[in-house]
């Protein structure tokens, strides 16, 4: 299936989809619901999908790629599926972690921890996710 983010198109399988259970899946909200934070010291906010600045992979399968050797998060298959069915089921999921940007930025935030779970939500339908802003560390790793 074809979704996109602020202009830029991406991809997530088809079979994936099918195989999470998500044909036919409508949000129940504007965001899914948050669960506990690897930062359990910051507080989970509400950021549009919008606000946040389209992320640009190339890799296994484009923005859902798979882990590096060694990691335990499984791969993007493995990673999507798993929260595909938390977002069909309605569980809680852990917030993204956000970047605040300057104003000259164009964009609000980017993403620093998260992608699998963010762009899960774009392709679901959300359009707002929960988030924590956390340091700028480069990248956007982690399910």
């Known amino acids: 299936m074809q979704f996109s983010h602020n202009g830029i198109e991406y991809t997530l399988d088809d079979q994936w989809w099918a195989e999470a259970g998500m044909t036919g ?23 549009a999908i919008d606000d946040v600045q389209p992320l640009n992979r190339k890799g296994s399968h484009g923005v ?18 798993r929260i595909l069915k938390w977002l069909r089921d309605d569980s809680p999921i852990e917030p993204v972690g956000v970047v605040r940007l300057p104003a000259s930025a164009g964009y609000r935030f980017k993403l620093g921890q ?3 779970r963010f762009y899960c939500a774009v392709a679901a339908g959300y359009t707002h996710i929960p988030a924590v802003e956390v340091a700028d560390f480069g990248g956007a790793g982690t399910l």
């Open 114 to 116: 998260g992608a699998h």
């Open 25 to 47: 899946f409508v949000p129940s909200g504007r965001s899914f619901r948050a669960g506990a934070s690897t930062f359990p010291d910051l507080v989970p906010f509400e950021v």
């Open 64 to 81: 859902f790629n798979d882990s590096e050797p060694g990691r335990q998060e499984g791969t993007a298959r493995e990673r999507v599926l």
